[in-house]
Antibody
C-alpha cells in the first residue's frame, strides 16, 4: 500500500534552515507530482509547494517563495523540502502528499498523505 | 487565488443524524475540481471526495458530495461515531490550490 513517511522536523531558531524528507513506497514514485502541505498548530491546511514527476518543474506558495526549495530523488523514492530563512509563522506540521490531477499537473487533489513532521521556529 | 469559505464552523449533531456541510468559493471552481477531506485529531487528512462528487477508494457511501460553480456540499447521511472530525474542502481548478478553513462536526 502507499506509504509516505516524513522526517527532519524539529526546533530551529528564526533565520536558520531545516531540510525535510519524505520517503515514499508502495507506488511508482517517479510517475507522480508530489506536494508539501502544512498546518499551523490549531489551524487549517495550507498548500506549500509542488514538484512535477521528474523534478523539472516546481511551484510555490507566495508565503514561501524564495525561501523554500522542493526537490526529489526518484532513484531513492524521496521528496525533500529545503527551508531557509525560517520565520515564526513557518511553525507547523508539514505533510508530504501525493497529487492526482485531471488537467494541469500542478493542480491536484491529494489522495495519500504522510503522518507529518513538526517544525517549530522559536528563539 | 480562490478563497473557500466553509459553513458552519461547528456542527453539533447526534449519531444517526444527517450532516450537511457547505463550501463556497470566491469565484467559480473550474470543472468542479473540488475535494473534501476528513481529519481527526493527531492524524493526517484523508481524502473523501474528489471532482466534487466522486468518492475516494474505500469511502463509505454515506458520504456524498455535490455542487458546481461556487457552491459545494458534503453530506453524511447517517453519522457514525467515527465520523466526528474536522472536514476541509479544497479546490484544484486554479493555482494555487486552496483549502477552506474547516468545519468541525462534534457530538451533541
Amino acid at each position: 500500500q502507499v506509504q509516505l513517511v516524513e522526517s527532519g522536523g524539529g526546533v530551529v531558531q528564526p533565520g536558520r534552515s531545516l531540510r525535510l524528507s519524505c520517503a515514499a513506497s508502495g507506488f511508482i514514485f517517479s510517475t507522480y507530482a508530489m506536494h508539501w502541505v502544512r498546518q499551523a498548530p490549531g489551524k487549517g491546511l495550507e498548500w506549500v509547494a509542488v514538484t512535477s514527476y521528474d523534478g523539472s518543474n516546481k511551484y510555490y506558495a507566495d508565503s514561501v517563495k524564495g525561501r523554500f526549495t522542493i526537490s526529489r530523488d526518484n532513484s531513492k523514492n524521496t521528496l525533500f523540502l529545503q527551508m531557509n530563512s525560517l520565520r515564526d509563522e513557518d511553525t507547523a506540521v508539514y505533510y508530504c502528499a501525493r497529487g492526482k490531477y485531471n488537467s494541469a499537473w500542478y493542480l491536484c487533489y491529494f489522495d495519500s498523505w504522510g503522518q507529518g513532521t513538526l517544525v517549530t521556529v522559536s528563539s | 487565488e480562490i478563497m473557500l469559505t466553509q459553513s458552519p464552523g461547528t456542527l453539533s449533531l447526534s449519531p444517526g443524524e444527517r450532516a450537511t456541510l457547505s463550501c463556497r468559493a470566491s469565484q467559480s471552481v473550474s470543472s468542479s475540481y473540488l475535494a473534501w477531506y476528513q481529519q481527526k485529531p493527531g492524524q493526517a487528512p484523508r481524502l473523501l471526495i474528489y471532482d466534487a462528487s466522486s468518492r475516494a477508494t474505500g469511502i463509505p457511501d454515506r458520504f456524498s458530495g455535490r455542487g458546481s460553480g461556487t457552491d459545494f456540499t458534503l453530506s453524511i447521511s447517517r453519522l457514525e461515531p467515527e465520523d466526528f472530525a474536522v472536514y476541509y474542502c479544497q479546490q484544484y481548478g486554479s493555482a494555487p490550490p486552496t483549502f477552506g478553513q474547516g468545519t468541525k462536526v462534534e457530538i451533541k
